[in-house]
């Protein structure tokens, strides 16, 4: 088959400057099974592209028979530079999301053509990791990415069961959509820097995580929004939950708070709403501090953990250096790679908490004390999923997995709070 892989970038706001990127947003709709956006959405949609200075990327078939649009690509993929938070600094991280292939052109080997060419140019610009969530989770592992953080779908009941413990601290108060999303910036950012696992996300992301209907480019009806506010009066947690009138049930879309004590002062506030019954949550941290702090945790029920954001290194030294060290020791880690930008053998020295890394050039698991393969590291990095259950699930081997455990364990779980 004779394909050709073509990338642009939108450098206009005005659709009619931009015919590659809307029959590109056109391919993204179809492979979602997503409905038919309005002028309006394809508007704000082609101004975060602008804003991220995205990549697109599409797979196009010439041979259509007559039968379709043959500026429609076939499969997409769309990427970004950002940052990712690997345990108290920001690393630069190329993000990756629309991911798609047309029913009638899998399996042959399109999406490996795509991701090969986006993450060698992003090894090219530098980037030291890439980054994705994913709808199917089975695909990924191949091209080296490992589940990295997972999160918590989470069901609450607020009935009169439901009480916190914990001692009340500032207060809530109830605003407007304008107003939330002129403070919920400056909370993310500072949610981003202390959280490790958390992906950057702009302006577009807080406003439709505050209710923006991508589709009709319109807020949606039946939200609501809550500002923490500290004892000094300075917001400290947000809050924007959507009310299904139906079943007295309110769905939390966005819930920001850098401090997770604050997030329980904010269950609080919402567990005591009048008329709602069920609160529910899909990207909850299962490191949850509100089921400790309820009276009966019971009427918090998990109903579902997912694995949320992965991670693909690319530069083996700068992620193992850009993290932090709760444990000094020595390891030379041999690591596997099909596709071989991370592919070597390295020694990690960590002492006082920063660690540093060695590149050794005789490629060999004989000379390493471990040796794993690309996507456990990613797996493994801010401890979204230890080491000694790598090691039993297979990917991690060696005599001294034991000591890699030592030096890889983290503080608590990572968390991500940024849909992409």
Known sequence: MTTELRTHQARSRVPADEEPTLTWIRAVVLGFNEPEYSDEGIARWLAAFVDQDARMRGVHDPRTGGLRDDRVPVATLGSW????????????????????????????????????????????????????????????????????VQANQIRVRTDASFRVTTPPTGRVEMVDRDVYLDRVRALFDDYHQRTPGSVDRGPAADDVLAGLDQVTGKPLPGFRYALHVDDDNRCDGAVAYKLLEEDGTAEIRD??????????????????????????????????????????????????????????????????????????????????????????????????GTGVVERIDDHSDDNADVALDVAALGSALIGGVGVRTLAAAGYIRGDRVEDFARLMVCTGSPASITPF
């Open 81 to 148: 530079d950002t940052t990712v938070n690997v345990g108290g600094t920001l690393l630069p991280a190329n993000a990756i999301s629309d991911v798609t292939t047309r029913t009638s052109h899998r399996r042959r080997g399109l999406l490996r053509q795509l991701m090969t060419t986006d993450l060698t140019e992003a090894a090219q610009r530098g980037m030291p990791l890439a980054a994705l969530t994913v709808s199917e989770s089975g695909i990924y592992r191949r091209f080296g990415f490992g589940p990295a």
């Open 255 to 352: 819930f920001v708070a850098p401090n997770p004590a604050v997030g329980v002062a904010l269950w609080d506030f919402l567990g005591h709403s009048d008329l709602i019954r069920t609160i529910t949550q899909r990207r909850a941290r299962v490191d949850d501090p509100l089921r400790y702090a309820l009276a009966e945790p019971d009427v918090y029920t998990v109903e579902n953990r997912r694995d949320f954001l992965w991670l693909r290194v690319l530069d083996v030294a700068a992620v193992l250096t850009a993290r932090g060290y709760l444990t000094d020791g020595e390891i030379t880690l041999s690591v596997h790679d099909e596709q071989d930008f991370a592919a070597g053998t390295y020694r990690l020295a960590a002492t006082g």
